[in-house]
């Protein structure tokens, strides 16, 4: 009887053998769809192979190779014209999928079947009103995201949730077990029914943040909906403090050299607790010697660790209002890892000879020991430079007196050489938020960069630099920091809208940092500049990592990774490990071995990491700003415009509040819209131009959402 049995199951077809019949027919058919019994029949699926048959074509849709389609009929994908992509982002009107080649399809609220993010799904094509793909739901094949944020609403006897993005509608709690929530709280909710709406989704309550009127309970919301979590697991905070306890000792000098002699320093915000990196300088013969010295972080956090594993997944520390997510747990990024004076740390160094006019004449790294002489202050150094310093401040630098003025001199020479490579020079607005004891957002102030910043910024970028060159010297794999070059429709587009705002502009075969310099220098000064900078921002490539050397079009070098930051930055903590090996003289076919795989990954896995947390980021602001403003409804303000859409423009005040002034607040009339340059009335001619100067009220605020709605002052 088993014998029998045994001969039967050999005699069945496999799973992957039904796999090839299904696909077989399907492409052979002369239609498009054909009917599931059908291609049963057509593969001959005996009653004994029906199980892998079900397993075969189960795999097959789960791999959106095939679709079933109503009336039982199956085709294959791309017949249809369908393809693969996940669900990048959600609004409440519209979301976003990725395709496996890296195309974003934008899709309307009404086509996406309900999707979420990370939700792996089918996308066919629809006609584009933007000229951008876009794109429909045709079937979800993975589940991604179960969990979502929200606002706790109460209506017709019951609460129900309004999620923070994916719907405009409730919907259903069915549970929430021992967690006590209250109408207007931000919560945490799970999805256990799913609908084929996102309005049909039901859900559970998990946790309660706090009042949606409260910033600080958004803002926890919004890291909760990016996956980013304040505590560290238990593991991995047993081997930080393992580390801490066991302090500094002098066996892990041994190999490194001894620079606790130089005259380093840190400088920084007077609030940072992370000092990861440290400078020296001195004159030369032919020039400078620069010194950048490092935390050494890989020598504590070691690869495949539980610490190490855990920073590959934050990627990066996120910074907002007065708080920190850190890459690390405090015993390291704020204790045994920071470079604080007067104590012994262990760092990496790299040292740049540099001739009179800033060339980078050769470079060295090695393993170090280094005290720092003073925990230098950014406001305090800028003083110095500028003559105010009081005698306080000149008392607590007269150690580094010396190297203070022969830095500032080394920057100048940089930054001219810099300007000489004609980058870009695009400007930001940055601001800071004073957060009260409260823990409320009360006031917004201009993030002032002095002298200081710009020497720091110089001689990172240095370093950044001397790493770079140094994996390529010895065919190592990398972590690089890379910005390419800004796609043709991108710069087709900036071309088109200097057009329009009456700009001039260089003409190319090939648009360069030169001609983006360029560009930028004829406005400068001018009212246009504040509106072409922007532009030209828009048309840039977003900066990434990548293990491929393909240089950094923005700063307009060949070589460019991230070293100075491994507290804080993966991709720094990654390079450190890789030049560590470099330098106990592992060759290039070992090196290969080891950290082709993992620069990779490391590049792949930090490039997300640094998106999800600058989305992050700017949300949680956008919420403080909101709640400092609903302190200022019906004021005026004087603001430039900063955007404009077909459906009104953006405005932005000087401390960086932005927001929206929608075309129904406008004086009535037929607006036409020129992209994105300006809303002019058809008939009066009155038009709102980027950069045009403008009095606004703000009119509302909604902290929740984060957004700030302003109306034209008639009376300003």
Avoid at 168 to 197: C, H, Q
Avoid at 251 to 268: A, G, K, Q, W
Avoid at 550 to 566: I, M, N, Q, R, W
Avoid at 653 to 662: A, F, I, K, R, T
Wanted: with cysteine; proline share 4%.
């Amino acid at each position: 009887m088993s014998d029998k049995k045994k001969k039967n199951n050999n005699n069945e077809i496999s799973v992957e053998s039904y796999k090839n019949k299904i696909v077989t027919f399907l492409r052979g058919y002369n239609k498009k769809l054909m009917p599931v019994s059908e291609l049963e029949t057509k593969c001959r699926t005996k009653k004994s192979g029906h199980e892998n048959f079900a397993e075969a074509f189960s795999q097959l849709r789960d791999e959106g190779i095939i679709t079933v389609r109503k009336g039982m009929k199956v085709a294959l994908c791309s017949k249809l014209g369908f393809r693969t992509a996940r669900i990048s982002r959600l609004s409440r009107t519209f979301g976003f999928a990725e395709t496996d080649d890296g195309t974003e399809y934008f899709i309307p609220g009404k086509c996406m079947l309900g999707a979420m993010p990370n939700d792996v799904v089918l996308i066919s094509d629809i006609p584009s009103r933007s000229g951008e793909p876009e794109g429909e739901v045709q079937d979800i094949l993975k589940f991604g995201s179960t969990t979502l944020t929200g606002r706790i609403e109460y209506a017709d006897d019951r609460f129900f949730l309004v999620p923070d993005s994916a719907s405009k509608n409730y919907m259903t709690i069915m549970e929430s077990g021992n967690v006590s929530f209250s109408e207007g709280d931000k919560v945490l909710a799970e999805i256990v029914y799913r609908g084929r709406r996102h309005a049909e989704h039901k859900v559970k309550i998990i946790s309660v943040f706090g009042s949606s009127e409260l910033a600080s309970a958004c803002a926890e919301s919004i890291l909760a909906s990016h996956g980013i979590v304040s505590e560290f697991p238990p593991d991995v905070l047993k081997e930080a403090r393992k580390i801490s306890e066991g302090g500094v000792q002098e066996y892990s000098f041994n190999n490194r050299e001894d620079l606790r002699y130089m005259p380093v320093f840190t400088i920084d915000s007077a609030e940072s607790k992370d000092l990861d990196d440290a400078v020296s300088v001195e004159r030369t013969e032919k020039g400078y010697r620069l010194g950048v010295h490092i935390a050494d972080v890989s020598f504590y956090v070691r690869g495949n660790s539980a610490l190490d594993k855990e920073a590959l997944r934050r990627g990066t520390s996120v910074y907002y209002a007065d708080k920190v997510v850190p890459m690390l747990p405090k015993e390291l990024s704020n204790g045994i890892c920071s470079l604080n004076p007067d104590e012994d740390r262990l760092t990496l160094s790299a040292f740049m000879d540099l001739s009179s006019d800033g060339e980078m004449l050769d470079f060295r790294f090695c393993k170090s020991v280094i005290r720092s002489r003073v925990k230098g202050v950014y406001s305090e150094i800028n003083r110095i430079l500028d003559n105010s310093a009081d005698s306080g401040i000149i008392e607590k630098y007269s150690c580094v007196s010396g190297e203070i003025p022969v830095m500032n001199e080394l920057a100048d020479i940089l930054i001219r050489r810099k300007k000489m490579r004609h980058a870009p020079e695009l400007e930001t607005v940055e601001s800071r938020l004073i957060i009260g004891n409260d823990g409320i957002c009360c006031g917004i102030v201009p993030r002032e960069r002095g002298k200081s910043e710009r020497i720091i910024e110089e001689f990172m970028l240095c370093a950044n630099e001397a790493a770079a060159k140094l994996a390529r010297r010895h065919k190592s794999p990398f972590v690089y920091r890379i910005h390419e070059n800004p796609p043709e429709e991108k710069v087709a587009a900036l071309c088109a809208m200097l057009v329009k705002a009456g700009v001039e502009y260089p003409h190319f075969q090939e648009f360069s940092p030169s001609h983006a310099a360029e560009i930028l220098d004829n406005v400068r000064g001018t009212d246009k500049f504040e509106a072409v900078n922007m532009m030209v921002l828009r048309s840039m490539a977003k900066a990434k990592y990548s293990d491929e050397p393909l240089g950094h079009f923005g700063l307009v070098l060949k070589d460019y990774a991230h070293f100075t930051s491994p507290i804080r930055r993966y991709p720094d903590l990654a390079i450190h490990r890789i030049i560590t090996d470099i330098l106990a003289g592992y060759n290039e076919i070992w090196l290969e071995k080891r950290y082709s795989g993992f620069a990779s990954k490391a590049s792949e896995m930090s490039s997300s990491a640094e998106v999800r947390a600058v989305s992050a980021e700017r949300e949680c602001e956008d919420c403080y700003r909101a709640e400092y403003m609903k302190q200022h409804i019906g004021e005026s303000f004087t603001a430039k415009i900063s955007g404009v859409t077909e459906f009104g423009f953006y405005v932005q005040l000087p401390d960086s509040v932005e927001g929206l002034v929608h075309i129904r607040s406008l004086p009535e009339g037929e607006y036409d819209y020129s992209e994105p340059v300006s809303l002019t009335e058809k008939f009066s001619g009155v038009s709102y131009e980027l950069g045009d100067t403008v009095q606004v009220l703000c009119a509302s605020v909604n902290v929740s959402e984060g957004t700030i709605d302003f109306v034209l002052d008639d009376e300003g």
